[in-house]
Protein backbone atom coordinates (compact mmCIF):
# COMPACT_ATOMS: atom_id res chain seq x y z
CA UNK A 1 0.00 0.00 0.00
CA UNK A 2 1.52 3.20 -0.88
CA UNK A 3 0.45 5.88 1.92
CA UNK A 4 1.52 8.67 -0.16
CA UNK A 5 -1.38 8.22 -2.26
CA UNK A 6 -3.93 10.13 -0.25
CA UNK A 7 -6.85 8.70 -2.68
CA UNK A 8 -7.50 5.91 -0.19
CA UNK A 9 -8.16 8.13 2.76
CA UNK A 10 -11.43 9.54 4.52
CA UNK A 11 -11.60 12.95 3.89
CA UNK A 12 -10.87 13.97 7.02
CA UNK A 13 -7.95 11.60 7.24
CA UNK A 14 -6.62 12.94 4.16
CA UNK A 15 -7.08 16.61 5.61
CA UNK A 16 -4.97 15.86 8.57
CA UNK A 17 -2.78 14.04 6.38
CA UNK A 18 -2.39 16.93 4.36
CA UNK A 19 -2.21 19.71 7.02
CA UNK A 20 -1.11 18.04 10.30
CA UNK A 21 -2.13 20.04 13.10
CA UNK A 22 0.22 20.88 16.33
CA UNK A 23 2.71 19.52 14.17
CA UNK A 24 6.55 20.58 15.61
CA UNK A 25 8.14 20.53 19.32
CA UNK A 26 6.59 22.96 21.70
CA UNK A 27 9.50 25.54 23.30
CA UNK A 28 7.97 25.16 26.44
CA UNK A 29 6.49 22.09 27.61
CA UNK A 30 5.57 19.74 30.77
CA UNK A 31 6.38 16.56 29.48
CA UNK A 32 7.68 14.77 26.38
CA UNK A 33 7.66 10.70 25.11
CA UNK A 34 9.06 9.35 21.95
CA UNK A 35 8.20 5.83 20.70
CA UNK A 36 9.40 4.26 17.76
CA UNK A 37 6.59 1.68 16.51
CA UNK A 38 7.39 -1.78 15.66
CA UNK A 39 7.13 -0.43 11.68
CA UNK A 40 10.46 1.49 12.19
CA UNK A 41 8.06 5.23 12.57
CA UNK A 42 8.91 6.86 15.36
CA UNK A 43 6.27 9.25 16.83
CA UNK A 44 7.15 12.02 19.83
CA UNK A 45 4.33 14.04 21.54
CA UNK A 46 4.83 17.51 23.87
CA UNK A 47 2.27 18.46 26.16
CA UNK A 48 1.89 22.29 27.84
CA UNK A 49 -0.75 21.27 30.91
CA UNK A 50 -2.39 23.90 32.47
CA UNK A 51 -4.73 22.83 35.95
CA UNK A 52 -4.79 19.51 35.00
CA UNK A 53 -5.92 19.95 31.14
CA UNK A 54 -3.75 19.86 28.20
CA UNK A 55 -3.67 23.37 27.30
CA UNK A 56 -1.59 22.24 24.00
CA UNK A 57 -0.35 19.31 22.24
CA UNK A 58 1.80 18.83 19.80
CA UNK A 59 3.76 16.18 17.69
CA UNK A 60 6.30 14.99 15.31
CA UNK A 61 6.58 11.66 13.67
CA UNK A 62 8.80 10.45 10.72
CA UNK A 63 6.10 8.21 9.44
CA UNK A 64 3.87 8.99 6.69
CA UNK A 65 0.14 9.83 6.10
CA UNK A 66 -1.32 7.35 8.27
CA UNK A 67 1.46 8.50 10.80
CA UNK A 68 0.81 12.45 10.03
CA UNK A 69 -3.21 11.82 10.29
CA UNK A 70 -3.11 9.99 13.39
CA UNK A 71 -0.27 12.26 15.61
CA UNK A 72 -2.75 15.17 13.75
CA UNK A 73 -6.25 13.79 15.06
CA UNK A 74 -4.31 12.56 18.42
CA UNK A 75 -3.08 16.50 19.88
CA UNK A 76 -6.56 17.90 18.06
CA UNK A 77 -8.47 15.00 20.82
CA UNK A 78 -6.20 15.90 23.83
CA UNK A 79 -6.35 19.41 23.23
CA UNK A 80 -8.57 20.98 26.49
CA UNK A 81 -8.91 17.73 28.35
CA UNK A 82 -7.54 16.79 31.63
CA UNK A 83 -4.72 14.64 31.94
CA UNK A 84 -6.74 11.23 33.27
CA UNK A 85 -9.02 11.47 30.58
CA UNK A 86 -5.93 12.09 27.70
CA UNK A 87 -4.48 8.92 28.54
CA UNK A 88 -7.85 7.20 27.93
CA UNK A 89 -7.60 8.40 24.29
CA UNK A 90 -7.28 4.89 22.71
CA UNK A 91 -6.44 3.80 18.79
CA UNK A 92 -10.50 3.21 18.63
CA UNK A 93 -10.89 6.81 18.85
CA UNK A 94 -8.39 8.34 17.16
CA UNK A 95 -9.01 5.80 14.17
CA UNK A 96 -12.70 6.58 14.53
CA UNK A 97 -12.26 10.28 14.81
CA UNK A 98 -10.25 10.01 11.54
CA UNK A 99 -13.36 8.49 9.60
CA UNK A 100 -10.72 5.36 9.20
CA UNK A 101 -7.56 4.40 7.57
CA UNK A 102 -6.54 2.36 4.27
CA UNK A 103 -6.02 -1.44 5.83
CA UNK A 104 -3.00 -2.00 7.64
CA UNK A 105 -2.44 1.42 8.76
CA UNK A 106 -3.76 0.55 11.93
CA UNK A 107 -0.86 0.70 13.67
CA UNK A 108 -0.56 4.40 13.11
CA UNK A 109 -3.61 5.29 15.37
CA UNK A 110 -2.29 3.09 18.08
CA UNK A 111 1.49 4.56 18.38
CA UNK A 112 -0.19 8.13 18.08
CA UNK A 113 -2.65 7.02 21.26
CA UNK A 114 0.41 5.03 22.89
CA UNK A 115 2.85 7.71 23.23
CA UNK A 116 0.11 10.39 23.79
CA UNK A 117 -0.25 8.04 27.01
CA UNK A 118 3.18 7.53 27.58
CA UNK A 119 4.06 11.70 27.55
CA UNK A 120 0.98 12.15 29.75
CA UNK A 121 2.55 8.85 32.52
CA UNK A 122 5.74 11.45 32.22
CA UNK A 123 3.80 14.38 33.12
CA UNK A 124 2.30 12.71 36.37
CA UNK A 125 5.58 11.45 37.58
CA UNK A 126 6.43 15.15 37.60
CA UNK A 127 6.17 16.39 41.56
CA UNK A 128 3.64 19.28 41.75
CA UNK A 129 4.99 22.53 40.79
CA UNK A 130 5.93 24.87 44.55
CA UNK A 131 4.03 28.10 44.87
CA UNK A 132 7.08 29.66 44.31
CA UNK A 133 7.45 28.25 40.90
CA UNK A 134 4.20 29.42 40.56
CA UNK A 135 4.86 33.25 41.22
CA UNK A 136 7.82 32.59 38.93
CA UNK A 137 5.58 31.72 35.68
CA UNK A 138 3.43 34.44 36.39
CA UNK A 139 5.40 36.76 36.70
CA UNK A 140 6.90 35.80 33.45
CA UNK A 141 3.10 36.26 31.84
CA UNK A 142 3.78 32.60 31.53
CA UNK A 143 0.83 31.23 33.97
CA UNK A 144 0.24 28.19 31.77
CA UNK A 145 3.70 26.60 32.04
CA UNK A 146 3.95 25.75 35.41
CA UNK A 147 6.73 23.62 34.37
CA UNK A 148 9.02 26.06 32.05
CA UNK A 149 11.29 24.49 30.35
CA UNK A 150 11.59 21.75 33.29
CA UNK A 151 13.25 18.33 32.11
CA UNK A 152 11.46 15.45 32.98
CA UNK A 153 11.71 14.07 36.60
CA UNK A 154 13.49 10.80 35.12
CA UNK A 155 17.36 11.07 34.51
CA UNK A 156 18.10 10.93 31.11
CA UNK A 157 19.28 6.99 31.78
CA UNK A 158 15.94 6.14 33.25
CA UNK A 159 13.88 8.06 30.71
CA UNK A 160 15.69 6.20 28.33
CA UNK A 161 14.54 2.58 29.89
CA UNK A 162 11.24 3.98 29.85
CA UNK A 163 10.91 4.72 26.27
CA UNK A 164 12.22 1.30 25.60
CA UNK A 165 10.14 -0.66 27.48
CA UNK A 166 7.12 1.38 26.02
CA UNK A 167 8.71 1.21 22.40
CA UNK A 168 8.07 -2.66 23.20
CA UNK A 169 5.13 -2.76 24.68
CA UNK A 170 2.88 -0.73 22.22
CA UNK A 171 3.25 -3.89 20.15
CA UNK A 172 1.09 -4.89 22.44
CA UNK A 173 -3.11 -4.80 21.81
CA UNK A 174 -3.95 -5.82 25.32
CA UNK A 175 -2.27 -5.80 28.83
CA UNK A 176 -4.50 -7.21 31.42
CA UNK A 177 -2.67 -8.13 35.14
CA UNK A 178 -4.05 -10.95 37.58
CA UNK A 179 -4.31 -9.39 40.98
CA UNK A 180 -4.42 -10.51 44.01
CA UNK A 181 -5.07 -9.62 47.67
CA UNK A 182 -2.86 -11.84 49.17
CA UNK A 183 -0.72 -15.02 47.93
CA UNK A 184 -2.29 -18.74 47.65
CA UNK A 185 -5.34 -17.93 46.06
CA UNK A 186 -4.62 -19.42 42.82
CA UNK A 187 -3.81 -15.95 40.99
CA UNK A 188 -0.66 -17.98 39.20
CA UNK A 189 -3.64 -20.45 38.10
CA UNK A 190 -5.55 -17.70 36.99
CA UNK A 191 -3.04 -16.45 35.06
CA UNK A 192 -1.79 -19.51 32.83
CA UNK A 193 -5.18 -21.17 32.13
CA UNK A 194 -6.17 -17.62 31.19
CA UNK A 195 -3.69 -16.92 28.94
CA UNK A 196 -3.50 -21.05 27.42
CA UNK A 197 -7.77 -20.22 26.86
CA UNK A 198 -6.69 -17.03 24.92
CA UNK A 199 -3.85 -18.64 23.25
CA UNK A 200 -6.28 -21.83 22.21
CA UNK A 201 -8.81 -19.34 20.66
CA UNK A 202 -6.71 -18.08 18.36
CA UNK A 203 -4.70 -15.37 19.72
CA UNK A 204 -1.16 -14.20 19.54
CA UNK A 205 -0.53 -14.35 23.72
CA UNK A 206 2.31 -13.92 26.18
CA UNK A 207 2.56 -14.63 29.84
CA UNK A 208 4.84 -12.04 32.06
CA UNK A 209 5.44 -14.00 35.78
CA UNK A 210 6.67 -11.20 37.73
CA UNK A 211 6.11 -12.23 41.03
CA UNK A 212 9.28 -12.06 42.90
CA UNK A 213 8.19 -14.12 46.12
CA UNK A 214 7.56 -17.68 43.93
CA UNK A 215 7.18 -17.61 39.92
CA UNK A 216 5.77 -20.60 40.06
CA UNK A 217 4.68 -19.92 35.97
CA UNK A 218 7.63 -22.14 35.16
CA UNK A 219 6.61 -25.32 37.34
CA UNK A 220 2.80 -24.95 36.02
CA UNK A 221 3.93 -24.51 32.34
CA UNK A 222 6.71 -27.74 32.64
CA UNK A 223 9.74 -24.83 31.84
CA UNK A 224 11.69 -25.40 35.28
CA UNK A 225 14.86 -26.48 33.21
CA UNK A 226 14.45 -23.35 30.47
CA UNK A 227 16.60 -20.39 30.88
CA UNK A 228 16.17 -17.39 28.59
CA UNK A 229 17.61 -16.28 25.48
CA UNK A 230 19.01 -13.14 25.10
CA UNK A 231 21.33 -10.65 23.80
CA UNK A 232 22.98 -7.79 25.21
CA UNK A 233 20.17 -5.74 24.30
CA UNK A 234 17.18 -8.08 25.32
CA UNK A 235 15.33 -10.71 26.66
CA UNK A 236 13.47 -13.32 24.52
CA UNK A 237 10.71 -15.48 25.82
CA UNK A 238 10.29 -19.04 25.88
CA UNK A 239 7.62 -20.35 23.63
CA UNK A 240 5.52 -23.17 24.22
CA UNK A 241 2.64 -24.25 21.79
CA UNK A 242 2.83 -20.54 20.61
CA UNK A 243 2.84 -19.44 24.09
CA UNK A 244 5.27 -17.14 24.70
CA UNK A 245 6.61 -16.80 28.16
CA UNK A 246 8.68 -14.96 30.62
CA UNK A 247 9.21 -15.50 34.19
CA UNK A 248 11.76 -14.12 36.89
CA UNK A 249 11.78 -17.59 37.43
CA UNK A 250 14.08 -18.04 34.69
CA UNK A 251 16.37 -15.91 35.62
CA UNK A 252 16.92 -17.05 39.27
CA UNK A 253 19.17 -19.74 40.26
CA UNK A 254 17.50 -20.92 42.91
CA UNK A 255 13.66 -19.12 44.30
CA UNK A 256 16.26 -18.29 47.51
CA UNK A 257 17.97 -15.47 45.12
CA UNK A 258 14.55 -13.04 45.19
CA UNK A 259 14.06 -13.50 48.78
CA UNK A 260 17.22 -11.65 49.61
CA UNK A 261 16.45 -8.83 47.53
CA UNK A 262 15.79 -6.10 49.42
CA UNK A 263 13.52 -2.37 48.44
CA UNK A 264 15.31 -0.61 45.94
CA UNK A 265 17.29 -4.20 44.44
CA UNK A 266 13.99 -6.05 43.66
CA UNK A 267 12.22 -2.68 41.77
CA UNK A 268 15.49 -2.35 39.90
CA UNK A 269 15.69 -5.85 38.87
CA UNK A 270 11.63 -5.86 38.03
CA UNK A 271 12.16 -2.59 36.17
CA UNK A 272 15.03 -4.16 34.15
CA UNK A 273 12.82 -7.15 33.68
CA UNK A 274 10.09 -5.22 32.27
CA UNK A 275 12.17 -3.34 30.18
CA UNK A 276 14.13 -6.30 28.69
CA UNK A 277 11.67 -8.59 27.50
CA UNK A 278 10.80 -8.50 23.69
CA UNK A 279 7.50 -9.74 22.77
CA UNK A 280 7.14 -8.68 19.31
CA UNK A 281 3.57 -8.65 18.49
CA UNK A 282 1.34 -10.03 20.47
CA UNK A 283 -2.53 -9.48 21.02
CA UNK A 284 -2.54 -9.83 24.80
CA UNK A 285 0.11 -9.71 27.49
CA UNK A 286 -1.68 -11.81 30.73
CA UNK A 287 0.88 -10.51 33.59
CA UNK A 288 1.00 -12.39 36.76
CA UNK A 289 1.70 -9.31 39.57
CA UNK A 290 3.29 -10.10 42.80
CA UNK A 291 0.85 -10.68 45.74
CA UNK A 292 -0.96 -8.25 47.85
CA UNK A 293 -0.96 -4.41 46.90
CA UNK A 294 1.96 -3.13 48.29
CA UNK A 295 4.90 -1.76 46.17
CA UNK A 296 5.50 -4.53 43.87
CA UNK A 297 1.96 -4.72 42.42
CA UNK A 298 2.53 -0.80 42.04
CA UNK A 299 5.75 -0.80 40.33
CA UNK A 300 4.64 -3.02 37.85
CA UNK A 301 1.54 -1.76 37.31
CA UNK A 302 2.84 1.50 36.98
CA UNK A 303 5.64 0.71 34.69
CA UNK A 304 3.80 -1.38 32.40
CA UNK A 305 1.50 1.14 32.49
CA UNK A 306 -1.66 1.53 29.43
CA UNK A 307 -2.93 -1.92 31.29
CA UNK A 308 -6.74 -2.80 29.97
CA UNK A 309 -7.65 -3.73 33.39
CA UNK A 310 -7.01 -6.21 35.90
CA UNK A 311 -8.60 -9.39 37.04
CA UNK A 312 -8.49 -9.92 40.70
CA UNK A 313 -8.17 -13.38 42.23
CA UNK A 314 -9.99 -14.50 45.82
CA UNK A 315 -11.29 -17.53 47.44
CA UNK A 316 -14.86 -17.56 48.43
CA UNK A 317 -13.98 -16.85 52.36
CA UNK A 318 -15.79 -13.71 53.80
CA UNK A 319 -12.19 -12.97 55.71
CA UNK A 320 -10.77 -12.47 51.99
CA UNK A 321 -13.45 -9.65 51.90
CA UNK A 322 -10.82 -7.29 53.24
CA UNK A 323 -8.34 -8.40 50.77
CA UNK A 324 -10.48 -7.87 48.03
CA UNK A 325 -11.66 -4.31 49.16
CA UNK A 326 -7.96 -3.61 49.18
CA UNK A 327 -7.36 -5.11 45.89
CA UNK A 328 -10.28 -2.88 44.42
CA UNK A 329 -8.96 0.19 46.12
CA UNK A 330 -5.89 -0.18 44.97
CA UNK A 331 -7.18 -0.36 40.96
CA UNK A 332 -9.25 2.58 41.59
CA UNK A 333 -6.10 4.67 43.26
CA UNK A 334 -4.75 3.48 39.96
CA UNK A 335 -7.04 4.62 37.48
CA UNK A 336 -6.91 0.85 36.37
CA UNK A 337 -10.23 -0.35 35.11
CA UNK A 338 -11.16 -3.64 37.21
CA UNK A 339 -12.08 -6.80 34.18
CA UNK A 340 -13.81 -8.35 37.38
CA UNK A 341 -13.54 -10.80 40.38
CA UNK A 342 -12.72 -14.57 39.70
CA UNK A 343 -13.73 -16.46 43.31
CA UNK A 344 -11.20 -19.74 43.48
CA UNK A 345 -11.81 -22.72 45.03
CA UNK A 346 -15.27 -22.94 45.43
CA UNK A 347 -16.57 -26.06 46.71
CA UNK A 348 -14.99 -29.00 45.98
CA UNK A 349 -15.42 -31.27 42.54
CA UNK A 350 -15.26 -34.55 43.01
CA UNK A 351 -13.14 -36.18 40.02
CA UNK A 352 -14.52 -39.37 39.95
CA UNK A 353 -18.57 -38.64 40.22
CA UNK A 354 -18.35 -34.40 39.11
CA UNK A 355 -20.56 -33.80 42.29
CA UNK A 356 -19.77 -30.65 44.18
CA UNK A 357 -18.81 -30.83 48.54
CA UNK A 358 -18.72 -26.58 49.74
CA UNK A 359 -15.75 -26.66 52.21
CA UNK A 360 -15.12 -23.51 52.38
CA UNK A 361 -18.22 -20.99 52.58
CA UNK A 362 -19.41 -20.21 49.65
CA UNK A 363 -21.12 -17.36 47.66
CA UNK A 364 -18.72 -15.08 49.15
CA UNK A 365 -16.88 -14.31 45.63
CA UNK A 366 -20.30 -13.30 44.01
CA UNK A 367 -21.77 -11.06 46.67
CA UNK A 368 -18.53 -9.54 47.10
CA UNK A 369 -18.18 -8.63 43.54
CA UNK A 370 -21.59 -7.22 43.85
CA UNK A 371 -21.09 -4.63 47.05
CA UNK A 372 -18.23 -3.52 45.28
CA UNK A 373 -19.85 -2.22 42.23
CA UNK A 374 -17.47 -4.94 40.19
CA UNK A 375 -18.23 -7.36 37.01
CA UNK A 376 -18.09 -11.67 38.72
CA UNK A 377 -16.50 -13.34 36.09
CA UNK A 378 -16.94 -16.65 37.83
CA UNK A 379 -16.34 -19.24 40.32
CA UNK A 380 -13.61 -22.48 39.85
CA UNK A 381 -14.23 -25.21 42.45
CA UNK A 382 -11.43 -26.81 44.36
CA UNK A 383 -10.44 -29.36 41.60
CA UNK A 384 -8.01 -32.12 42.54
CA UNK A 385 -6.76 -31.82 39.04
CA UNK A 386 -5.63 -28.63 38.57
CA UNK A 387 -2.97 -29.51 41.64
CA UNK A 388 -2.19 -32.50 39.57
CA UNK A 389 -1.99 -30.20 36.08
CA UNK A 390 -0.21 -27.42 37.83
CA UNK A 391 2.53 -30.26 39.41
CA UNK A 392 2.77 -31.93 35.90
CA UNK A 393 3.38 -28.76 34.42
CA UNK A 394 0.98 -28.72 32.14
CA UNK A 395 -1.67 -26.20 31.45
CA UNK A 396 -5.42 -27.52 33.11
CA UNK A 397 -7.74 -25.84 30.29
CA UNK A 398 -5.40 -27.92 27.95
CA UNK A 399 -5.18 -30.72 29.23
CA UNK A 400 -8.54 -31.34 30.66
CA UNK A 401 -10.44 -29.74 28.67
CA UNK A 402 -12.96 -31.54 28.24
CA UNK A 403 -13.82 -31.04 32.21
CA UNK A 404 -16.64 -28.94 33.60
CA UNK A 405 -13.53 -27.34 35.60
CA UNK A 406 -12.13 -26.36 32.32
CA UNK A 407 -15.04 -25.28 30.61
CA UNK A 408 -15.85 -22.92 33.60
CA UNK A 409 -12.09 -21.23 33.22
CA UNK A 410 -12.93 -20.58 29.50
CA UNK A 411 -15.52 -18.64 30.20
CA UNK A 412 -14.15 -16.50 32.37
CA UNK A 413 -12.01 -15.23 29.29
CA UNK A 414 -15.10 -14.04 27.23
CA UNK A 415 -14.92 -10.65 29.09
CA UNK A 416 -11.09 -10.64 27.74
CA UNK A 417 -11.85 -11.41 24.21
CA UNK A 418 -14.81 -8.34 24.33
CA UNK A 419 -11.78 -5.88 25.47
CA UNK A 420 -10.90 -7.21 21.43
CA UNK A 421 -14.10 -6.05 20.02
CA UNK A 422 -13.76 -2.28 21.34
CA UNK A 423 -10.15 -1.92 18.92
CA UNK A 424 -9.96 -2.01 15.11
CA UNK A 425 -9.47 -5.49 13.70
CA UNK A 426 -6.50 -6.15 12.29
CA UNK A 427 -5.74 -6.78 8.76
CA UNK A 428 -4.64 -10.25 8.75
CA UNK A 429 -2.06 -9.86 6.36
CA UNK A 430 -0.29 -6.98 8.20
CA UNK A 431 1.54 -6.59 11.73
CA UNK A 432 -0.30 -4.50 13.63
CA UNK A 433 0.99 -3.14 17.00
P1 LIG B 1 -0.94 -17.87 43.99
O1 LIG B 1 -0.39 -17.53 42.64
O2 LIG B 1 -2.10 -17.03 44.38
O3 LIG B 1 0.12 -17.92 45.05
P2 LIG B 1 -1.21 -20.54 42.89
O4 LIG B 1 -1.93 -20.34 41.62
O5 LIG B 1 0.27 -20.76 42.84
O6 LIG B 1 -1.53 -19.37 43.91
O7 LIG B 1 -1.94 -21.76 43.64
C1 LIG B 1 -1.44 -22.30 44.85
C2 LIG B 1 -1.60 -23.83 44.79
O8 LIG B 1 -2.98 -24.14 44.79
C3 LIG B 1 -1.02 -24.47 43.54
O9 LIG B 1 -0.43 -25.68 43.90
C4 LIG B 1 -2.23 -24.71 42.65
O10 LIG B 1 -2.05 -25.83 41.80
C5 LIG B 1 -3.31 -24.97 43.67
N1 LIG B 1 -4.64 -24.55 43.21
C6 LIG B 1 -5.01 -23.31 42.80
N2 LIG B 1 -6.32 -23.29 42.50
C7 LIG B 1 -6.80 -24.53 42.71
C8 LIG B 1 -8.09 -25.15 42.58
N3 LIG B 1 -9.14 -24.46 42.17
N4 LIG B 1 -8.19 -26.48 42.89
C9 LIG B 1 -7.12 -27.18 43.31
N5 LIG B 1 -5.89 -26.65 43.47
C10 LIG B 1 -5.72 -25.36 43.17
Not at 77 to 99: E, S, T
Amino acid sequence: MDYNNLDNFSQIARDHAENPRNYGALGVFDSHARITGPCGDSMDFWLAVRNGQVERASFVTDGCGPSLASGSMATSLARGKYVGDVMRIGQRDIFDALGGLPPGAEHCPLLASNTLKAACENYLGIPPRSPEDKTKDESLGNPGHATLGRKPKESGEQFEEQQKLQSRLCRIRHKVVVLSGKGGVGKSTVAVNLATSLAIAGNRVGLLDVDIHGPSVPTMLGLEQERVVGNEDALFPVVLEGLKVMSLGFLLASQDDAVIWRGPKKMGVIKQFLSDVEWGDLDYLIIDSPPGTGDEPLSVCQLIGNLDGAVVVTTPQKVAAVDVRKSITFCRKLELPIIGLVENMNGFTCPKCGEVTQILSSGGGRQMAKDMGVTFLGAIPIDPRIAEAGDKGKAFVQHFAATPTAKLMQDIIQPIMALDESAPRKNSSQATI
